[in-house]
């Protein structure tokens, strides 16, 4: 009986960790690959055909969280997707970016108004808020750690992360 107390914590440990390691990594955004509809082998966040394949970020101008009407299209894509989720068993993370030039705070901030403004743009085009989160990372995590304007403009951006 000692024996098997013993072994019950690594057992536990085991078992949580290989539950882990059975979400599958989009290679392109280590991104989680969501199934919207288990009996159907299509996922359109896997299909480099779709309109949503690839496009997982809107990106910003300095010091701005507006929008460019540019990335519409993108949000629609995305809000369609969201949508077509039966009972909303797909979500979504938004992640809010900044470049490192300002303070921590301040780009806290920025980068949650970031990633507010594209929450409000899907809200709008019918996506339940239940399905969506924002969150800001600020200047924590960059994709270009350059200090160059073109590594800045890379950094200034909202990432859409599928739960």
């Given at each position: ?125 019918g996506v339940s ?21 073109a590594a800045f ?11």
């Amino acid at each position: 009986m000692y024996q098997f107390l013993k072994a019950l914590p690594l057992a536990i440990l085991f078992l949580f960790i290989s539950a882990c390691s059975s979400v599958k990594l989009d290679d392109a955004n280590n991104v989680a690959t969501v199934n919207a509809n288990s009996s159907s082998s299509y996922d359109p966040i896997s299909d480099p055909k779709s309109s949503v394949y690839g496009k997982r970020s809107i990106y910003f101008e300095f010091d701005s969280y507006t929008v460019d009407p540019k990335y519409v299209s993108t949000i629609s894509a995305h809000a369609s997707y969201l949508k077509s989720s039966p009972k909303q068993k797909i979500s979504m993370i938004i992640q809010g970016n900044t470049d490192d030039r300002g303070t921590a705070e301040y780009n806290l901030a920025l980068g949650q108004k970031r990633s507010e403004a594209v929450k409000k743009a899907l809200l709008a085009q019918g996506v339940s808020e239940l399905q969506i989160e924002a969150v800001s990372f600020g200047k924590e995590k960059p994709v270009n750690s350059a200090q160059t304007e073109a590594a800045f403009k890379e950094n200034r951006r909202a990432d859409f992360v599928y739960q």
